[in-house]
């Protein structure tokens, strides 16, 4: 026989529905806060009605500008912010539904790594301990979550003997980062969400913990929920893209899609700001004019529409409908210029 | 070498180093930058954190803690000694001759002055002048950084304006009492994409309408891109490489800049990994006694250890500090 047999294809037994069945299915969800002082009733609308699904073993990348709800999106996912409404389905299961996943199930198997890679570490503790910390309290011997401990610290590129003791502030950034990055996978878990985890670092540091992301991702068989605002990372970084504005998603679809053919005139403009490291070729004039709005009260129908150069007045009028997707390689916007029956006069043209 | 009065430098910097000195160590935060700039030129200094370029701007405008900081070296403007400004004359200098732009402008604004109130400030201690005058003259800078509805915002206080809006008021501050020389600290770090892009191509027209010599600090290679002339990559404190700005960026001479473009992501496949850079920059307060990027270098030989590089002009107006680029 070959030897191709012997090899056994990886098999998580967490892993219930098998590689066809999303790791996580969002449906319409949405968190509002109300905010004082800012006239009656006022709320931000920081996550309003947002639906996506991520599939086993991919990258979905997230961007946004400020504002536009991907850190709120992140925590809704896992319940460190409740939803107002919406549903969340993990691997098969609805998440706190009686006959679901519990929410403290869904945070074992969904970790989380956040932008500021110091405030997120105890610093009263060794690094090895706040790695051993979460496979501690959840059953496992000190020992040996101490040897799993110094068995991540590897797989991050640390050594345990010289790191391991040390505190946090006697790390530099991109150890930090590392050292949040091992204390998610202490809890081996399925998916991780990673919120602006390499936007604080240099970019030469940058770079090495994207190259460690990416080799955990093969080695540990991950699925990544990446949040950025940084186009050319969540570019190099994901499968999928999902853009944002003023809690919703605008656009969705696999990566090199939505980067040479963006659809929505907002993942364009976004698109059209980045800096070109030529100085031959330099921006003439910027894509957008002002601000992103504030998210309290946002514009009715389209929310792009107040900065959006072919606006007319079916945006105004009616919210534009994100379309259906059915797998990997849908690439949908919500725009009326991409529904040819919605009366906006540039529709169809794409 | 007569290039006519235009080319003569108006700033020229000299040996620059500066040293916090604390009980425990010394930190050795600029060493040894030299560098000039002309009349109307836009120069970066590009670098990562910790690496002096926010400290070296700073010493320029005179702004460091005279007790801690220990400066060394020699800064001339228009022929006057900067470092050995007092009294009146460095508060004139600062804001007069020399502007700042910071980073955070909400925390660089004060909070409970109107914009109107911090311009009219600025305009009638160094221009003099009628409150009237002032006001109108303020309104005229709000409508020089393209703040809409420039009369009715003078009167709006930092929190009411949105990151780019409050930006721009910063940049209409440091323009209000026309200097020679802007420095830039990293003014569009803080601002969304879709605003940096228009609070860079701002900053662009106005450097070249008001012909202004410009300084901007940046760790952001395509911000530096966008708006140098010329650029100095700063690492552990020194300028090891300094040139125009196409140049640098499409052949740097010097393996950190190399390795900092490579690191850099931008349009790489997604098959690939990034050549980053291994480990990290060294601590400030034990630099190695030779290159300080030596531990780091691919490239390093075994003198690279032994002393920090001279600066050497390997192509015409490019300088580098590395021992490879000398003829060996």
Not at chain 1, 40 to 53: H, L
Not at chain 1, 280 to 285: E, G, H, L, M, S
Not at chain 1, 315 to 344: F, I, N, T, Y
Request: contains cysteine; charged residues 25%; aromatic residues 4%.
């Amino acid at each position: 026989m070959s030897a191709a047999l012997d090899i056994k294809p990886y098999v998580d037994v967490r892993d219930r529905g098998g590689s066809a069945q999303p790791m996580l299915i969002v449906r319409d969800l949405k968190r509002h806060f109300r905010v004082k002082g800012a006239g009656k009733g006022a709320v931000v609308r920081a996550v309003d009605g947002i639906s996506f699904t991520l599939f086993k073993g991919e990258t979905l990348g997230v961007v946004g500008e400020s504002g536009c709800g991907k850190s709120t999106l992140a925590r809704v996912l896992l319940h460190l912010v409740e939803p107002d409404s919406g549903e969340l389905v993990f691997d098969g299961d609805a998440v706190a539904a009686p006959d679901g996943i519990s929410v403290a199930e869904l945070r074992r198997q969904v970790q989380m790594v956040f932008q500021d890679s110091y405030s997120s570490l105890n610093p009263r503790m060794p690094v090895q301990d706040s790695v051993a910390f979460g496979p501690m309290v959840n059953g496992r011997s000190k020992s040996e979550s101490r040897r799993l401990a110094q068995e991540i610290l590897i797989k991050v590129g640390l050594r345990p003997d010289l790191f391991g003791p040390r505190y946090p502030h006697e790390l530099s950034g991109g150890q930090k980062q590392r050292v949040n990055i091992a204390r998610a996978l202490a809890m081996n878990p399925r998916m991780v969400i990673l919120d602006e985890a390499v936007s604080a670092l240099d970019k030469s540091v940058e770079a090495q913990v994207l190259n460690l992301l990416r080799e955990l991702k093969r080695t540990l068989n991950l699925t990544y929920l990446f949040i950025s605002h940084d186009l050319n990372v969540v570019r190099y970084i994901s499968d999928r893209v999902l853009v944002m504005y003023l809690g919703q998603v605008v656009e969705l679809g696999p990566a090199s899609l939505v980067f040479s053919e963006a659809r929505h005139p907002y993942t364009q403009a976004l698109l059209g700001s980045r800096l070109s490291m030529d100085a031959r070729q330099r921006v003439d004039a910027p894509p957008l004019v002002g601000d992103p709005p504030s998210p309290i009260n946002p514009p009715s129908g389209c929310r792009f529409r107040t900065r959006c150069p072919n606006a007319e007045g079916v945006c105004e009028a009616k919210m534009p409908e994100l379309g259906a997707w059915d797998g990997r390689d849908s690439h949908v916007a919500a725009c009326h210029m991409q529904d040819p029956a919605s009366g906006h006069s540039k529709a169809g043209l794409h | 070498m007569d290039g006519g009065i235009a080319s003569l430098p108006l700033l020229h910097v000299d040996g620059l180093s500066v040293d916090f000195v604390t009980r425990e160590a010394t930190v050795h935060a600029v060493s040894d930058a030299t560098f000039n700039l002309k009349p109307g030129e836009v120069l970066c200094l590009l670098g990562e954190s910790g690496s002096g370029k926010s400290v070296t701007l700073r010493a320029l405008m005179r702004l460091l803690p005279e007790k801690r900081a220990r400066i060394a070296g020699k800064v001339t403007l228009g022929g006057r000694d900067v470092l050995a400004l007092q009294g009146n004359a460095l508060r004139s200098f600062r804001g007069g001759t020399v502007a700042m732009i910071f980073q955070e402008p909400m925390t660089a604004l004060d909070p409970v002055y109107t914009i109107g109130q911090h311009l009219m400030e600025a305009i009638r201690r160094h221009k003099g002048g009628s409150r009237a005058e002032a006001r109108k003259r303020a309104i005229e800078l709000l409508d020089l950084v393209k703040i809409p509805s420039p009369e009715r915002r003078i009167d709006a206080y930092p929190h009411e304006l949105s990151g780019g809006l409050r930006q721009r008021a910063m940049i209409a501050l440091a323009l209000s009492c026309g200097p020679q020389l802007l420095l830039a600290d990293e003014p569009t770090t803080a601002l969304d994409a879709t605003v940096q892009i228009q609070v860079l191509v701002l900053l662009r027209r106005l450097q070249k309408e008001l012909g202004m010599s410009t300084i901007f600090v940046t760790h952001d290679l395509g911000v530096a891109a966008e708006i140098a002339d010329r650029v100095a990559v700063m690492y552990a404190g020194r300028i090891i490489e300094e040139g125009p700005v196409d140049d640098v960026l499409r052949a740097p001479l010097h393996p950190y800049t190399a390795g900092l473009l490579a690191s850099t992501v931008h349009d790489q496949s997604p098959d690939q990994d990034i050549a980053a850079i291994p480990g990290s920059p060294p601590d400030l307060r034990r630099l190695p006694p030779g290159c300080s990027f030596a531990p780091r270098c691919a490239k390093a030989l075994p003198a690279c250890n032994d002393g920090f590089p001279h600066p050497t002009y390997p192509v015409a107006d490019r300088m580098v500090r590395c021992w490879r680029a000398l003829p060996l």
